[in-house]
């Protein structure tokens, strides 16, 4: 892949992953992903995030290096906006064909540098409000963005073009091909993207969303002209469209979601679906929407982000040998990891010859602090009376979410 000028002196790096591997080997990427290095020239040069040599692109990245008018044996200072292998793997074969380039972190990246690679020769800590002085009037200032979404995370900033590296902020599932810019793309490709910034968002930065306000904060005392992420579009043209989208984002933790329900079930012969057919109808004669999600049949992944982004949800599930059906328990861990807190909830299920999900449930949502419709638990096959009762439950759900702050 050719290297793509974003700025005077500022370069994209990109490699696109397309093996159908797993993100962070959990999270499903269809679509792919793109990874972002960035070359900046002044007298000196500075490279912005490694790669791990993923899908080819240990060799793209050199290739662009190339292609920017540098290689990679003359690069003088190696930034790492943040540790985490896909964007450091790379990092022995980098000092092996380049012993003497500076390797920059936070004092927690430099710590890291030396336990995942055992560097320990040509390594400098920064902190927020330090600079990086190119030469020929090129400078770097470093932000640090703990926890967005490691601790030792930071953003680099370009105050002569107004760009903002932002590593793993304001990324998005995604491979992007030959374009890399926000205003290359159709409106209806904005419409995948932004789900993916959101599916991306809910599996790698929401257990942090205070963090993310944090960071956007003291990125909003720059002017930045060009939002350049490690993953995903870079928003040279609307900037402001996917930092406002992360603000939205980080919201949702206090409130303010989108007043819909997700409806996360499984069924092992039918019965909990049948009574969730009578919850569906009650919410939608309230008018309220909703969205489907069976498990295991569905990635949780892909839960996770209607769950996030809804301000009800449904939890329908058998009773299996005296405890929760095993695919719910671990969605409702992911639940309580990705801080899914506050939402209106109804649980319903069937169970066969003893009930036992209900003890099992309740320990593992008492952190998320939901709000509970009473749930309704029934033998075998539901009656008539219970399902006029689910019907009934799935309106009460519906009511809470409309009248939701």
């Given at each position: 892949m050719k290297a793509v000028s974003i700025a005077p002196h500022i370069w994209a790096l990109h490699s696109d992953v397309d093996s159908g591997d797993l993100f962070e080997g959990i999270w499903p990427i269809p679509g792919g992903v793109s990874l972002n290095s960035y070359l900046v020239k002044g007298?000196?040069?500075?490279?912005?995030?490694?790669?791990?040599?993923?899908?080819?692109?240990?060799?793209?990245?050199?290739?662009?290096?190339?292609?920017?008018?540098?290689?990679?044996?003359?690069?003088?200072?190696?930034?790492?906006?943040?540790?985490?292998?896909?964007?450091?793997?790379?990092?022995?074969?980098?000092?092996?064909?380049?012993?003497?380039?500076?390797?920059?972190?936070?004092?927690?990246?430099?710590?890291?540098?030396?336990?995942?690679?055992?560097?320990?020769?040509?390594?400098?800590?920064?902190?927020?409000?330090?600079?990086?002085?190119?030469?020929?009037?090129?400078?770097?200032?470093?932000?640090?963005?703990?926890?967005?979404?490691?601790?030792?995370?930071?953003?680099?900033?370009?105050?002569?073009a107004g760009v903002l590296f932002s590593c793993d902020a304001f990324g998005s599932y995604g491979k992007l091909g030959d374009r890399i810019f926000d205003d290359q793309f159709t409106p209806a490709e904005h419409v995948t993207y932004e789900k993916e910034s959101l599916r991306y968002y809910t599996n790698i930065v929401s257990s942090f969303g205070l963090f993310v306000k944090r960071a956007i904060a003291k990125i909003a005392t720059h002017q930045v002209k060009i939002v350049a992420p490690s993953h995903g579009v870079i928003w040279r043209t609307n900037p402001q469209t996917i930092i406002d989208r992360y603000s939205k984002y980080a919201s949702w933790l206090e409130g303010g979601r989108d007043k819909e329900i997700c409806v996360v079930w499984g069924s092992m012969y039918g019965n909990t679906e049948r009574g969730l057919k009578a919850v569906t109808a009650g919410i939608e004669s309230e008018g309220v929407k909703w969205v489907s999600h069976r498990v295991p049949n569905v990635d949780a992944s892909y839960i996770l982000t209607d769950a996030y982004r809804c301000e009800g949800l449904v939890i329908a599930m058998p009773t299996y040998e005296y405890r929760?059906?095993?695919?719910?328990?671990?969605?409702?861990?992911?639940?309580?990891?990705?801080?899914?807190?506050?939402?209106?909830?109804?649980?319903?299920?069937?169970?066969?010859?003893?009930?036992?999900?209900?003890?099992?449930?309740?320990?593992?949502?008492?952190?998320?602090?939901?709000?509970?419709?009473?749930?309704?638990?029934?033998?075998?096959?539901?009656d008539d009376a219970t399902l006029a009762k689910l019907r009934e439950q799935g309106a009460e759900l519906a009511r809470r979410v409309k009248a939701a702050l």
């Open positions: 007298e000196k040069t500075a490279l912005i995030d490694l790669v791990r040599d993923w899908d080819g692109a240990a060799a793209t990245l050199e290739a662009g290096v190339l292609d920017a008018g540098a290689d990679i044996a003359s690069i003088d200072f190696l930034v790492l906006n943040h540790i985490e292998p896909d964007h450091s793997g790379w990092l022995r074969e980098f000092r092996a064909k380049n012993p003497g380039a500076t390797i920059i972190a936070t004092a927690k990246g430099i710590e890291l540098v030396k336990s995942f690679y055992k560097i320990e020769e040509g390594l400098r800590v920064v902190k927020s409000g330090d600079t990086l002085d190119l030469g020929g009037g090129i400078n770097l200032l470093f932000e640090e963005a703990p926890n967005v979404h490691w601790p030792e995370t930071m953003m680099t900033y370009c105050p002569t929760m059906f095993p695919p719910m328990a671990y969605v409702l861990d992911l639940m309580d990891r990705k801080h899914v807190w506050g939402r209106k909830v109804l649980r319903i299920g069937s169970w066969g010859w003893i009930g036992g999900a209900k003890k099992e449930y309740d320990e593992r949502v008492a952190p998320l602090k939901w709000e509970a419709v009473d749930p309704v638990e029934w033998a075998g096959a539901a």
